[in-house]
């Protein structure tokens, strides 16, 4: 080969594969600088401590259960409202919509998936907290209920389009293998095109419920971001916390190197491995999918 | 009973995207036959026989005009119930389709759609459709195995079964040994001509040889025109069409 051929090959592939290694490299220190900051909390703040249930950091109670039981329950509703929505959308673009409507549909969703997310707050505070204070005869609208409506509108867009192209790779040929049994529309739906776009199906599910999860602007708005435990059904409808909203809080004006600083890096912490483990229970489910497929075909 | 089982009347059809089309075609597809269609690629086979169960109206079709009269029936009619219509004619397509499923789920499958529940009905009619596509004694033993683990061939007869077990009268074969070796398709080719008994078979043949091996009757196809039709012995020694003849002795397509 020409040797400046040669060395044009060397050099982008290194280049392709520096990229990659400091990709890598990124994550990696970003990993560590959380650790460093959040771990010295363990050291300052006892367990016991730590595991309360008061959030005051002024007065040095840093129990964090609230905040993580306010992103859970919160999470929770937001994925309750976002998977039904978003794959039944899903299902309508791809297998119901006329192709002129689906040409409309599929953009309108990805727009709405670039919506701000201080936009959705801005309306949820204007419109749907006053809403439903009325409604539902509370002394406040800002409550985790409110978080989860707009976190679910957040989620349902990234559901709708991994969904929606999940269920576009499956083949024509199954549809109409279907259909030639003599399968209604909702049969074929529902037995054969969902069950084979499964893994990509669940990949939307994780990603809708990993982005709700890590939603900072929106739930700190709407929420009402009162520390309390949130375990009974009826703290749906009243005020809480989530860990974002507390970070994205109080990290300005917390003292640079004081225990409430290290503390709100450790919520860092439990944050990122939340939702690491979301991303490894999703990419597990694809994984054993495709072992499956694999097995099967070979 | 009529001879004819279909009755194609001056069928018009155009896709959206200008492929295949069919011309004016008219037809009489006999009972208890093995009806072959063949002719080059995008003559309009493959849309005949996706009128013949409405599977055409899933695709974009920009116009269409004529009738097809199954039992006198006209099933381009928009008030036929399409479900009814495809339970009554079933299809294997070119690619066997087997859902990701066991053997026994792919062939009760049809019929667990049509809200078949007995077991033992369910029982029955895979046996019986599993014997009728011939391959029975190459599955008995291992009915619960998934039906993707199975040889290309086993899986394109297991479509057959699956077609044979909801009972159809009208059997619609789109290619259906394109992907198989020569000992599979002897096998698929053997199995309908013990199905013709019963049953009315359209088949679009993967070649010019495989129409001629089975065809009872073959109409040769041609840019969406039916160019000649009769029966499959006078056809493929004494054509009377120049075209015809230039397509079965190799001169194009």
């Known amino acids: ?298 | 009973m009529a001879a004819n089982k279909v009755v194609i009347q001056d069928l018009t059809l155009q896709y959206s995207d200008g492929t295949e089309s069919l011309r004016g075609v008219s037809m009489e597809i006999r009972r208890n036959a093995v009806t072959v269609l063949f002719g080059p690629a995008g003559g309009g086979k493959s849309t005949l026989l996706r009128c013949l169960n409405r599977l055409n109206d899933l695709t974009e079709i920009k116009a269409s005009s004529g009738k097809v009269l199954i039992d006198g029936e006209n099933v381009l009619d928009p008030k036929t119930d399409v479900i009814v219509l495809r339970r009554k004619v079933g299809m294997v397509f070119a690619r066997p389709v087997v859902l990701p499923l066991s053997i026994r789920e792919n062939i009760v499958y049809g019929l667990e759609l049509a809200g078949e529940k007995r077991k033992s009905q369910l029982d029955q009619a895979m046996e019986r459709s599993l014997k009728l596509a011939a391959i029975w004694d190459e599955v008995k033993d291992r009915l619960d195995d998934p039906a993707a683990a199975l040889s290309g061939g086993q899986q394109q007869r297991v479509c057959l079964a699956r077609v044979l077990a909801l009972q159809p009268e009208i059997i619609l074969l789109d290619e259906p040994t394109s992907g198989l070796d020569p000992i599979s398709t002897g096998k698929v080719e053997a199995a309908l001509q013990e199905l013709k008994k019963e049953y009315t078979i359209v088949l679009v043949p993967h070649s010019v040889q495989q129409a001629a091996r089975t065809a009872d009757y073959a109409a040769f196809f041609l840019q969406g025109e039916l160019i000649e039709y009769g029966e499959g012995k006078t056809m493929f020694t004494t054509p009377k069409q120049q075209r015809t003849e230039d397509y079965i002795m190799g001169r194009f397509g």
């Open chain 1, 1 to 298: 080969m020409d040797k400046s051929l040669t060395w044009r090959e060397f050099v982008i592939t290194r280049l392709i594969q520096a990229c990659c290694y400091s990709a890598i490299l990124f994550v990696l220190l970003i990993f560590f600088f959380l650790l460093r900051e959040g771990l010295p909390a363990l050291a300052e703040v006892e367990l016991e401590s730590l595991s309360n249930i008061r959030w005051y950091p002024i007065e040095e109670y840093f129990g964090i259960l609230p905040l993580i039981s306010g992103s859970l329950i919160i999470t929770l509703g937001a994925a309750l409202i976002a998977v039904p929505f978003g794959i039944g959308t899903a299902v309508y673009i791809s297998e119901i919509a006329p192709r002129w409507m689906r040409e409309i549909l599929k953009p309108l969703v990805e727009l709405l998936g670039g919506l701000p997310s201080v936009v959705l707050g801005f309306l949820g505070i204007l419109i749907v907290s006053p809403y439903l204070r009325t409604l539902l005869d509370l002394p406040t609208g800002l409550t985790a209920f409110t978080g989860s409506l707009l976190l679910g509108g957040i989620a349902v867009p990234t559901v709708v389009s991994v969904a929606e192209d999940a269920l576009d790779a499956v083949p024509r040929a199954y549809r109409e293998g279907a259909w030639a049994l003599g399968a209604t529309r909702w049969q074929t739906i529902w037995r054969v095109t969902l069950p084979a776009a499964r893994s990509g199906v669940l990949t939307a599910v994780m990603l809708g419920v990993g982005r709700a999860i890590g939603e900072t602007m929106t739930v700190m708005m709407v929420t009402g971001n009162a520390p309390v435990l949130a375990v009974r059904l009826a703290s749906l409808f009243s005020p809480v916390r989530t860990m974002t909203a507390t970070i994205a809080a109080e990290m300005g004006e917390v003292a640079n190197g004081s225990v409430h600083y290290h503390v709100l890096f450790f919520i860092g912490m439990v944050l990122f491995l939340i939702s690491l483990g979301v991303n490894i229970a999703a990419s597990s489910v694809v994984f054993r999918a495709k072992k499956r497929a694999e097995r099967i075909l070979s």
